[in-house]
């Protein structure tokens, strides 16, 4: 709103209105602003959650061994962030952008989601919440509705990047081509040309390997705001965890937004440059200013908890802004902990069943998300049941935990930036 605004008294010579045209100045008014209000209204919606007794049903107090007891702590603060994420996007953003469209609605469809699963477990005093089944058709539908814009939008296009020999013949540079274009190519890590081509993966589809291409492109658009959203929603399991690996999460994604909408910068890392992406920027900052106002009352020990509200938007976000400027084939990596946390809990399940059927009780880890794994002494484990791994033997405090987990994030941060140049 304000964009189109400054944007209009330009044209009157009004002077500093120039500034809302540089995609760095409204970046860090958008990051700051979400900061503000993040801090601002969570003091105001905990004293009103409080108030009204909307609090997190009692989690279980034997997985804690130092005997903190998390009672009426208020639950469903995503809406927190998901408040001081939108205002200023919707204030600083270019609202006719697509991909800021896609992210607006994405973060509202999630949140939404989110809160009907809290709603459940705090009204209906059912610790379940909303039925899994539910969940998944929520979060395919939304990877649907994603996947089809992509792929119908006459605005989304790319300019694909092309090496190319010097006149002199004495090195390959990048350029790319003049003419942006519909494409079914991602950037790929480790990889030399740099590109995997969806319609090429189908390729024995023959003359209709493009439209097979394009499915296989929704498909796998599904699979991923699926599996990142479930990922970060098994995260929020400690105070901190989830809110700080995500905006450790948001600052890569902004930067690879930046450098994607950036023709010079997309040519030196050899990757497609995206016309628009450059919104994502402001997204992105304000949802690390969102994220790191709502740490202000959720860190070690928590005044407030995300909920699925929260958790379950956050990883949509992360996973549909990656599917934007063609980078989620880098997830595995940049969300690594979620990965891990989300792997730990299938395999646990599998392991417990194939027991079952054997009728021997086993187990892989002490207790999973493996967050859970690190915080359980030995003293807690079921003594009839077989452990594979029992490490660490003593538990470790939650907040170092957490700590730990972000050092954790950083390092793969640090490895899907450095991916891009590693061939």
Known sequence: MLYYIFRWLEEYGISGSHLW???????????????????????KFIKCLKRKQITEVQRDASIDPFG??????????????????????????????????????????????????DFIKIFRHNKEGLKG?????????????????????????ANLNLEVTKNDGTEMVVQHKDKAEKTLKTTIPLVKNHNLDYSEIMSFCGKYKTAAGWILFVIMTIVVVTAVSNGANLNDGMDGMCAGNSAIIGVVLGILAYVSSHLRYAAYLNIMYIPGSEELVVFFMAFIGALIGF???????????????????????????????????LLPILCGIFFIESLSVIVQVYYYKLGKRKGVKQRIFKRTPI???FRTQDSQLDPECKYLIKVPHNAVHESKITIRFWITTIILAALAIITLKIR
């Not at 802004?321 to 063609?326: E, F, K, L, S, T």
């Open 68 to 117: 903190v007891k998390k009672i009426g702590v208020p639950s469903m603060g995503g809406i927190i962030i998901i408040v001081a994420l939108l205002i200023p996007v919707l204030l600083l953003g270019r609202l006719r952008n697509i991909y800021l469209i896609l992210m607006v609605v994405t973060t509202v469809w999630l949140g939404f989601l989110g809160g009907m699963d």
């Open 371 to 373: 967050h859970d794994n």
């Open 295 to 329: 740490l202000w009352y959720n860190a070690y020990p928590a005044q407030v908890f995300m909920g699925d509200t929260g958790s379950l938007t956050i990883g949509g976000i992360i996973a549909v802004g990656a599917i934007i400027i063609h980078k989620e084939l």
């Open 133 to 157: 089944k539910y969940k998944i058709v929520g979060q395919v539908t939304i990877g649907l509705i994603v996947g089809l814009v992509l792929w119908a939008s006459p605005d989304v296009k």
């Open 21 to 43: 045209g540089y995609i760095s100045f409204r970046g860090i008014v958008a990051l700051i602003l979400a900061l503000i209000i993040s801090a601002w209204f969570g003091e």
